[in-house]
């Protein structure tokens, strides 16, 4: 039987309990395909806090090392330890260390827009539309001015650097292609050429990759250009390739489309392991309430099988469970609305319900 290690890093906040419903979906897979999921939690972010005061301590570097993909639920606490000089270093914040830690050089954050939730979506619905449809942000993960010099050169000036090299655009690029040729064919690429280098290499390297991709319509836009269009007329897009900063703030404002930061899994790629976390934060306000939505964690795990265990058949399983779990009306409080007939669901429940569809 083929066996895979999975690091389970739960973090704080709602991490936990979402955690729990995508194993519990992972225990579904299991049973239905011939496969076994050694499962080992770890401690990150604010649940490694109080133990280790640090949020990515050495124990969990192991067990990352020694896994075949990581889990990773959400981190964000503890709030009142934020201000200390620890935590606000970058480096350090258990994220950002982490992505760095597995060398995550390409971020894939789907936003899945639902037609029977398009009522949750902020943009009108003649904007939005009235079929399902799918946004794939493609993110850089690990150049651009995240991870340049960051320093306060005197005290009244601050001083951030950004900097991109060929084989890093180079390698986002031919991934983007792919992406969009597999898919609808069409891709954009997102900069600041009119304004940075780091654009003007980064716009260089996708022109040059389009000549080897000819059924790819391929469009350049700078970000404050793809801001207005991605509003305005959000069907135009499908796949989009950003720079790690553009990518960040494109994919916050893709994430508003499908109604609920819930909805939307994410997958890191590291140099050998890969990781996989919900794109929204760890809403401490609503930790162990089991009200939460687990759907963000449980696609999580769905791009898991899919890009680290080669689980396409099981991947598109949980993908068409969660689907009619939605589409027969079955919600959690986030994507719940009165008086139309839906059933609201907790978080384990939701997690049953698509163990049930399995
Ligand atoms: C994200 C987050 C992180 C980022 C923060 C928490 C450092 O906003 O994953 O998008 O900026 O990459
Ligand atoms: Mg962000």
New binding site residues.
């Given amino acids: 039987m083929k066996t895979y290690k999975i690091a389970l890093l739960p973090g704080d906040g709602i991490g936990e309990e979402v955690c729990m419903e995508a194993v519990k979906v992972l225990r579904c897979i299991e049973e239905k395909y011939e496969v076994e999921f050694k499962i080992t939690g770890g401690l990150i972010g604010g649940a490694a806090w109080p133990e280790y005061g640090n949020h990515f301590p050495e124990e969990t570097k192991i067990l990352v090392n020694n896994s075949d993909a990581i889990l990773f639920g959400s981190?964000g606490g503890p709030v009142d330890a934020q201000f200390e000089p620890q935590w606000k270093d970058?480096e350090k914040?258990s994220?950002?260390a982490i992505?760095k830690f597995i060398g995550a050089s390409i971020?894939l954050?789907p936003a899945p827009i639902f037609k029977e939730l398009s009522h949750f979506c902020p943009l009108r619905s003649d904007i939005i539309g009235n079929e399902s449809f799918e946004i794939l942000v493609i993110?850089e993960?690990s150049g651009g001015i995240?991870f340049g010099e960051h320093s306060r050169p005197t005290a009244d000036t601050a001083l951030d650097t950004s900097t991109y090299d060929r084989a890093t655009i180079q390698k986002i690029a031919q991934f983007s292609f792919q992406a969009a040729q597999n898919r609808k064919k069409t891709l954009h690429s997102i900069d600041k050429a009119n304004v940075l280098e780091t654009s003007r290499l980064w716009r260089e390297v996708f022109e040059a990759e389009s000549k080897n991709w000819p059924e790819v319509k391929f469009h350049n836009l700078y970000v404050d250009n793809a801001v207005q269009q991605l509003v305005k007329w959000p069907r135009q897009f499908d796949v989009i390739a950003c720079p790690?900063?553009f990518?960040?703030i494109i994919?916050?404002l893709t994430s508003v489309f499908p109604g609920s930061l819930g909805m939307l899994g994410?997958a890191s790629f590291g140099n050998k392991i890969h990781l996989y976390?919900p794109?929204g934060?760890s809403a401490p306000d609503i930790q162990g309430l089991n009200v939460a939505n687990p759907i963000a964690q449980i696609y999580s795990a769905a791009l898991m099988l899919r890009h680290s265990f080669e689980m396409h058949e099981a991947a598109n399983d949980i993908d068409s469970a969660v689907l009619k779990t939605i589409q027969l009306g079955f919600r959690t409080g986030d994507i719940y609305m009165e008086n139309k007939g839906e059933t609201k669901l907790s978080c384990s429940d939701m997690g049953d319900k698509i163990c049930a569809f399995i």
Avoid: A, P, T
Wanted: charged share 30%.
């Fill in positions: 981190v970058c914040n994220i950002l992505r971020n954050r993110r993960l995240y790690n900063l990518g960040d994919s916050d994410s976390e794109s934060g």
